[in-house]
């Protein structure tokens, strides 16, 4: 059992940065994807940006440039440097993790709100 604890949002102005944490427990392993997350109001969850077990990344093309996703696995957590936070970035942020370094994601967070005004 992996359990996936996010924090870090808020409400913020436009313009303006968070950074958001996600503090992974349990059997947990630095041979995983993780990935962050995020769901607005009446809208389907979408990807933000992902991370593989070898710390290369990828983002979905509204937040490359303003986003940035890094882990470690000293501390077993995961973090989304967000900046020049837009009134669209606001959601859910959630994070998530695989089981066996197949891009399954078999755990999630109970997500972090992030609020931008």
């Known amino acids: 059992q992996v359990q996936l604890v996010e924090s870090g949002g808020g409400s913020v102005q436009a313009g303006g940065s968070l950074r958001l944490s996600c503090v992974a427990s349990g059997a947990t392993s630095s041979s995983v994807c993780m990935g962050w997350f995020r769901q607005a109001p009446g809208k389907e969850r979408d990807w933000v940006a992902l991370i593989d077990s070898l710390g290369r990344t990828t983002y979905t093309a509204s937040v490359k440039g303003r986003f940035r996703i890094s882990k470690s696995n000293a501390e077993n957590t995961l973090y989304l440097q967000m900046n020049s936070l837009k009134s669209e970035d606001t959601a859910l942020y959630s994070c998530?993790?695989?089981?066996?370094?197949?891009?399954?994601?078999?755990?999630w967070g109970q997500g972090t709100q992030v609020t931008v005004s």
């Open positions: 998530a993790t695989d089981r066996f370094d197949d891009w399954d994601f078999g755990y």
